[in-house]
């Protein structure tokens, strides 16, 4: 991949007596689409915050191109941000918010409204210049956010939530167009969600945080198919999350049968948590499969029919288009590459 | 249903009228003929004319006017700044410190005027226009104060963050961001504070000096002497100043929103 732009080193935060992050540790590469997601209280927020320089880490260092910039303040990082609520100055037409910062570093009036011009054709707001920011749209605001923001140049673009406020169908076309900005202007985009459906379709790399800890870094692939463990598997898409023992390399059990699979790596015997994700399960004839069960529930979903089907032991989630009357008993079907093994959480 | 709120007309009617009546009468009588305020014998200006030749009054007036002016103008820059100071800190003590700073609203004003005469002569201050011009701060700031201050509470926080991060240092981002966010809010205040400088009796009199008057306590040392027609005519020409002030400071609040 390309250069690291900034690393994360041992940070942790304490707002009185509570330790909002406990050690984050990440490194952070140029033209990197990076999300960290998690949910409300995790720390995603806090390290963002503290990357604009907002705030102080308690103990750890923030590296940029090497250089350490924690004590740094705001004014002086070659980073922008986009704020959850916008945050556009509302004594301000659209193109003196976009010029502000440019005006701040006395560029010439004449090459300010060029640039303005410029930001406005990019995020799609031409002539848009002269209204007032507090009449516009919340996507029509947010727009003018993140051209206020790019408009400097930055190294880095922070985004905080920064759909959060905008309706489900303005927020599918903005993830696109955000995403098409970011590789316009070739630069990092650091990006704070709760959503993971949003970080999935948009990331280079996500970033798992809960409870003030990165559970898990890796594509969006890696994250949803790969899970390390039983929170990453349970916040990130829907899962059958089932204890179990790892056998040996490739041989996994639980739910008293024996499973061929493709993990290794851990120990003989060790106890380990599968995910098996609703949709790579398929119902067949209970002749056909170890793990039997009787239809609980059936509910269409659309796409496809969620199915609730009892074991003895458990409640099974199937996604799949087949259709299976409650009451009826089936076998659950799946292969090696369907099951997913993470080590044990203690804590969930 | 319907008799009801005719009652509640009639009883609404009543209180304003006895509310207002006493202002109607100053008004009807500074425009009479007559030196007697008990029967309007006719129309006149004279003692709009007899208040403008009246030299001592007009000096009482404009050293009222460059009192509040003062007054309201130091206290703008205290308030706003104390106001803003309140906003970033987050000490446990914080809300006794609000307290205290708007405590010369809850002094009653004769205790106010007492201290202060006290502390300024121990001070050894000469009496006048510098010990007026403290003494009305005082009890100025705070209007400014809370205004500024209830006007913060609704300001996102973000805004000023958003300035720094655009590169604004923390001079530049109170500067171009919160003070001109916050400015109605001060204006408002100092109108405030200027008409109850404009007004002040008690706390003028303890904190004067013998060679100077402002225009309440000329009003209040007349009055000891016996009214004349001519009180009236200054009350009505203040009543239309405190109005227009009255009026442009609800047109600036209503704009807040």
């Known amino acids: ?348 | 249903m319907k008799k009801n709120s005719r009652f509640a007309g009639f009883y609404m009617g009543l209180i304003f009228f006895l509310m207002y009546l006493p202002i109607a009468v100053v008004i009807v009588f500074s425009f009479n003929e007559s030196k007697l305020p008990v029967k309007f014998t006719g129309f006149s200006l004279k003692w709009y004319q007899e208040l403008i030749h009246d030299r001592a009054m007009l000096e009482a007036l404009v050293n009222s006017l460059i009192l509040g002016v003062l007054s309201c103008l130091v206290s703008a820059v205290i308030g706003t700044l104390g106001a803003v100071g309140l906003s970033r800190i987050h000490w446990k003590s914080k809300g006794a410190l609000e307290y205290i700073s708007i405590l010369p609203l809850m002094i009653p004003e004769i205790i106010l005027g007492m201290v202060l005469m006290a502390f300024f002569y121990m001070l050894n201050l000469p009496f006048g226009m510098l010990t007026l011009l403290i003494g009305h701060t005082v009890f100025c700031v705070p209007y400014i104060l809370m205004e500024v201050k209830a006007r913060l509470a609704g300001m996102d926080p973000a805004l000023e963050e958003a300035a720094r991060d655009l590169g604004a240092g923390p001079f530049r981002a109170f500067w171009d961001i919160t003070l001109p966010l916050i400015m109605p809010a001060v204006i408002s205040g100092s109108l405030l504070a200027f008409a109850m400088s404009m007004d002040d009796v008690v706390i003028s009199i303890f904190v004067n000096g013998p060679r100077l008057s402002t225009l309440p306590i000329k009003v209040y040392t007349q009055l000891k002497t016996g009214v004349t027609p001519e009180i009236n005519a200054l009350c009505t020409i203040l009543l239309a100043a405190t109005l227009i002030i009255f009026i442009v400071y609800s047109l600036i609040t209503k704009k807040k929103k």
Do not use: W
């Open chain 1, 1 to 348: 991949m390309m250069n690291k732009l900034i690393e994360l080193k041992n940070l942790t935060k304490n707002f009185d007596d509570q330790q909002v992050l406990r050690g984050i540790n990440l490194d952070i590469y140029e033209k990197e689409f990076l999300t960290l997601l998690g949910p409300s209280g995790c720390g995603k927020t806090t390290t963002l915050r503290i990357i604009a320089g907002f705030e102080e880490p308690s103990d750890g260092e923030v590296l940029f191109n090497g250089i350490e910039i924690s004590k740094l303040p705001p004014y002086k990082r070659e980073v922008n941000t986009v704020f959850q609520k916008y945050a556009l100055f509302p004594h301000l037409n659209v193109a003196e918010n976009i010029g502000f910062g440019l005006n701040l570093k006395k560029v010439d009036k004449t090459v300010i409204a060029q640039k303005v011009e410029r930001m406005l054709k990019m995020v799609g707001l031409e002539g848009f210049g002269k209204r007032d920011v507090t009449l516009l749209s919340g996507g029509q605001q947010q727009r003018v956010a993140i051209a206020r923001a790019l408009i400097n140049e930055p190294k880095v673009l922070l985004l905080d939530e920064p759909l959060g406020a905008l309706d489900a169908k303005i927020r599918k076309q903005m993830q696109v167009e955000l995403k098409k900005i970011q590789q316009e202007v070739g630069i990092t985009f650091i990006y704070v969600t709760h959503d993971q459906e949003e970080a999935l379709s948009m990331s280079d790399t996500v970033v798992v945080m809960n409870n003030g800890e990165i559970q898990q870094i890796g594509s969006p692939t890696d994250i949803y198919n790969e899970p390390e463990n039983r929170f990453v598997a349970g916040f990130i898409g829907e899962s059958n999350i089932i204890e179990g023992t790892m056998i040996r390399d490739y041989l996994v059990a639980f739910d008293g049968f024996e499973f061929e699979c493709v993990d290794k790596g851990f120990e003989d015997n060790e106890e380990i948590e599968v995910v098996l994700r609703p949709e790579d399960l398929d119902i067949v004839d209970p002749g056909q499969a170890k793990i039997r069960g009787i239809v609980r529930n059936i509910t269409f979903k659309g796409v496809h029919y969620e199915i609730l089907i009892e074991t003895e032991l458990r409640t099974y989630m199937v996604h799949t288009t087949d259709y299976a009357e409650v009451g009826r008993e089936v076998g659950l079907k799946f292969g090696p590459e369907d099951i997913h093994v993470m080590c044990k959480m203690g804590s969930y």
